[in-house]
């Protein structure tokens, strides 16, 4: 049996979590809504009701889960070749210096750079479907060795001194205080930065017209000026962005038993 | 051990001049002085988290170290956090966690043992650090104001606990504080430094600490405080 406080938390957190995002996204579908109406040009802003029926029919069309998997795919592979990669160089980073301030330095230039200027250099060296993996690659890297630097050095030194007084090997303070008391960090950093590299892996399949992709769907739905098919995929595209970003956050609530 | 002509220097500011001690073997020594004036900076020297000039000289091998703070990992349960120091001791799983089962048990957080320490109280959480102190079997304990912070009946419990940890292997054990009180309460050994790390006052107290009397004590106690202004 819940007692009252425990049913009152329960439906506060209810309303917080799940009506307040609703609300925000009525918000958004009724300003369209009276915009499209307003507007009344179906082929250039169709209504809400419109595209979502046109989203329901995606799943039916050949090839569509093809192009969202290899969309999907494409995402989570840059993202693993980013994490691993930005989370070593990271570590090596606080340890050296001197390497600190190189890595500094590449990923400030990787960070300034236009996302679209990266995708179409990319494009001139390798086939598309590469490309848009190293594109995401380049975008995602930089974020999370930043995120990952500034957390390795917020580790705390107390835990580290603590660990060498009690003679704790390295691997084990590696293991512990380098990566598990981090790792709430870590899933945050990567809910967000995972939903983007899905962002730049489509703006990339879009822009070199990457066949059965997420991207290159819209790519078609934009040549043949179909404005439904074209924002129900785009709708496609958020779906999907929520669904790794909660995905992610399944992972950190199993992961991170720990926090209260 | 003795600590000889120390001297730490944060920047051009040295925190520690010359600083001389000898610290008395299997007995508590308590350093007592006002914030700042290198007590915490001279127990990470004994350490070795913290570069110096001058010379420690310790027969102990085994330190231990109770934080102001708990420091705990916060991943791992109170039962793991104790278990990780024992592992490089007792290479038989068994035999380290009969340790850990049996230190929570002397200091009541048995109950507690698959807990994390985020659901712990600040005491019951500092329990747990002095328990891994001294399932570790520290031959020199070093105390970092382990009881600042905690109300006056919790406090009161913990000191109980460590003493009552202590008086199993009587480790040689630094503490260090700013609660006159805490040092009359805990020491053996007694030594006031001012606020630029010179030791102004030192005094031995020969009584068994759980038999010290207050008022026995009431013209030591007054000597640390005019030490201390």
């Not at chain 1, 998997?69 to 001197?98: D, M």
């Not at chain 2, 002085?33 to 020297?45: A, R, V």
Request: hydrophobic letters at 50%.
């Amino acid at each position: 049996m819940k007692s009252k406080k425990e049913k009152r938390e329960w439906i506060a957190g209810a309303v917080k979590n799940v009506l307040y995002p609703l609300l925000a996204l009525a918000v958004i579908i009724g300003m369209w809504a009276i915009l499209a109406a307003v507007k009344n040009k179906p082929l250039l802003l169709p209504m809400p009701s419109d595209v979502f029926e046109r989203f329901f029919l995606l799943f039916g069309e050949q090839n569509f889960w093809t192009s969202v998997f290899s969309s999907l795919g494409r995402t989570c592979l840059a993202f693993a070749l980013s994490f691993i990669p930005a989370y070593s160089l990271a570590l090596a980073a606080i340890k050296v210096q001197a390497l600190s301030k190189i890595f500094d330095t590449v990923v400030a230039v990787l960070r300034a750079a236009p996302t679209v200027a990266v995708i179409l250099i990319a494009y001139a060296f390798m086939q598309a479907r590469t490309m848009t993996v190293v594109v995401g690659v380049l975008i995602a890297l930089p974020i999370l060795y930043s995120a990952f630097s500034s957390a390795l050095r917020g580790v705390d030194k107390n835990l580290l001194s603590m660990a060498r007084t009690y003679q704790v090997s390295r691997s084990r303070i590696l293991f512990h205080a380098y990566f598990c008391s981090i790792l709430p960090f870590m899933f945050d950093i990567s809910r967000s930065t995972i939903s983007l590299t899905l962002k730049v892996v489509i703006a990339a399949e879009i822009l070199t017209l990457v066949s059965k992709s997420v991207g290159g769907a819209i790519q078609v739905a934009n040549a043949t000026f179909e404005m439904s098919y074209l924002l129900a995929w785009t709708t496609m595209a958020i779906v999907l962005s929520f669904a790794l970003e909660i995905i992610v956050a399944g992972m950190k609530k199993f992961f991170v038993r720990w926090e209260k | 051990m003795i600590v000889k002509d120390l001297t730490v220097r944060y920047g051009e500011k040295p925190v520690l001049l010359d600083f001389s001690i000898e610290i008395e073997e299997r007995k508590i020594t308590c350093i007592l002085g006002p914030s700042g004036c290198g007590k915490t900076t001279l127990l990470n020297c004994i350490v070795g988290t913290v570069p110096y000039e001058g010379r420690i000289e310790r027969k102990e091998n085994r330190i231990g170290y109770v934080y102001q703070d708990p420091t705990l990992f916060p991943h791992l349960t109170v039962g793991k956090n104790i278990e990780l120091v024992l592992k490089k001791r007792y290479r038989d799983k068994k035999e380290r966690w009969d340790k850990v089962d049996r230190i929570l048990k002397d200091v009541g957080l048995f109950a507690e043992k698959n807990a994390y320490p985020d659901t712990l109280s600040g005491g019951m959480a500092q329990r747990v650090s002095l328990a891994r102190a001294f399932a570790y079997e520290s031959d020199l304990l070093l105390l970092d104001e382990p009881f600042k912070g905690l109300d006056i009946s919790l406090k009161k419990r913990l000191i109980d606990v460590f003493y009552d940890l202590y008086s199993k292997t009587e480790p040689t054990t630094v503490f260090v504080t700013h609660d006159v009180e805490e040092a009359i309460q805990l020491a053996d050994t007694i030594i006031v430094l001012d606020g630029t790390g010179k030791i102004v006052y030192r005094v031995s107290l020969d009584d068994a600490i759980h038999s010290r009397d207050p008022i026995k004590y009431a013209p030591i106690r007054a000597a640390v405080y005019d030490s201390i202004r």
